[in-house]
């Protein structure tokens, strides 16, 4: 016999937040009792070229809806990502070219099969329909929603009583993509709690266009970069990349906190409920180090967005330079001209992004030069080859001519 509660709760971890949520169940039944798969929704506009962990939290939520019948429509948004979504915005966005968005688009098409099933999933794109809306589909759109309605979000009242100015694109921004769920008759929509204004409108409009069914909504909540606090984030510098290199990703999953590591195995784990609390408790009897917990995701995810064998090989070249002061196998190499300032070196092996930080990094005792700490900011390196190393994860050969 089915336990459909076992299938919700694990369907439910993590979750910020899930809009009728009867629905949801009532999709899952169908499918194991009727067959019937059910269409999942996800939206990303091709902003930039790359994702990160931080969007995979909704993708894995909708892996583990794949083995309960979802049949997954990622909508690349080359429409609405020229106009640029306003959620958690407080000023206009930069509209974006045609072109950029294209090519990010195709970088988002190859890197989602990472995570999710390509025999259950749809790349869509949502220029197919929008072209076609024409002057009178968009003046029939935007008829749908009061203006009054609109300036009811918080993002908006804020810039209007900032007096910050909001574009009339911006408006239409929430009714694309709420159209976008009229046009794909989806039965689920998922995002990050920051849609949720967009995301109930697909619901809302669905009812206007009446085609037959009102999508359920799942909110998966933001998750946390690197450093604990902020939002992972390109432009905070505290994500990681799914495109990164093995060794990167291995070593910066390791150097999250032990508190954090709960929060990603809870929304980035493929583990069961079940196998993640016998792993807390473990932990927390003593019985299992924290650290070897953390290998453990470290492992995981590497091997997702990688292979198995690549992901091994970075636990080990992680282990050979941390545990055992191994110097890494493979290293950036460059040049200077003699006498090289070593607050210069560090900025142009790009250990360091400026001379003052490589400065403050020397006195702080986080150099190197072939393995031996200086706290020497006015070193200077004569003609000959050096290993350079700040903090426990960045290296670079440097020749001085």
């Known amino acids: 016999m089915i336990d459909y509660s076992k299938i919700m709760a694990e369907i439910k971890r993590g979750v910020a937040e899930i809009i009728d949520e009867q629905r949801v169940e009532t999709l899952v039944k169908n499918f194991y009792e009727k067959g019937e798969r059910y269409l999942v929704k996800i939206g990303m506009d091709p902003t930039a070229p790359d994702l990160h962990l931080g969007h995979s939290v909704v993708l894995t939520k909708m892996a583990l809806m794949q083995k309960h019948g979802a049949f997954i429509q990622f909508l690349i948004g080359d429409f609405t990502g020229q106009i640029g979504d306003p959620s958690g915005k407080s000023v206009t966005r930069k509209k974006l070219d045609k072109e950029v968005v294209l090519k990010n688009a195709k970088t988002y098409e190859e890197q989602v099969f990472k995570i999710l099933d390509p025999k259950y999933t749809e790349v869509m794109f949502n220029s197919t329909w929008t072209n076609e809306l024409g002057a009178a589909?968009?003046?029939?759109?935007?008829?749908?929603?009061?203006?009054?309605?609109?300036?009811?979000?918080?993002?908006?009242?804020?810039?209007?009583?900032?007096?910050t100015p909001i574009s009339i694109s911006e408006f239409m921004y929430p009714l694309l993509q709420g159209h976008d769920s009229v046009a794909m008759k989806c039965d689920i929509e998922m995002g990050g709690t920051d849609q949720k204004f967009n995301l109930l409108m697909g619901r809302t409009l669905q009812r206007v266009y009446n085609i037959g069914k009102e999508q359920a909504v799942i909110m998966m909540p933001l998750l946390e970069g690197l450093d604990g606090v902020n939002k992972m984030s390109k432009s905070l510098g505290n994500y990681i990349g799914v495109t990164d290199e093995p060794n990167e990703m291995y070593a910066k999953i390791l150097s999250i906190s032990d508190e954090l590591m709960w929060r990603w195995y809870d929304l980035l784990s493929t583990k069961g409920l079940d196998e993640i609390s016998a792993l807390k408790t473990a932990v927390k009897n003593g019985e299992f180090h924290p650290k070897k917990a953390k290998e453990a995701l470290a492992l995981e995810i590497t091997e997702r967005y990688h292979d198995k064998q690549k992901a091994l090989n970075a636990q080990a070249e992680f282990e050979s330079i941390h545990a055992k002061g191994e110097l890494p196998s493979d290293m950036d190499e460059f040049s200077m001209d003699a006498p090289a300032w070593i607050a210069q070196a560090l900025t142009v092996c790009k250990l360091c992004p400026s001379n003052s930080q490589a400065r403050r990094d020397i006195l702080a005792n986080a150099v190197s030069v072939n393995q031996k700490k200086i706290n020497d900011e006015q070193l200077k390196l004569e003609s000959g080859e050096y290993i350079l190393q700040v903090g426990k994860k960045k290296f670079a050969k440097l020749k001085v001519k």
């Not at 749908?144 to 009242?157: I, K, S």
């Open 137 to 163: 589909g968009i003046i029939e759109l935007t008829s749908t929603f009061p203006v009054a309605r609109m300036l009811e979000r918080d993002d908006f009242e804020k810039r209007l009583k900032a007096g």
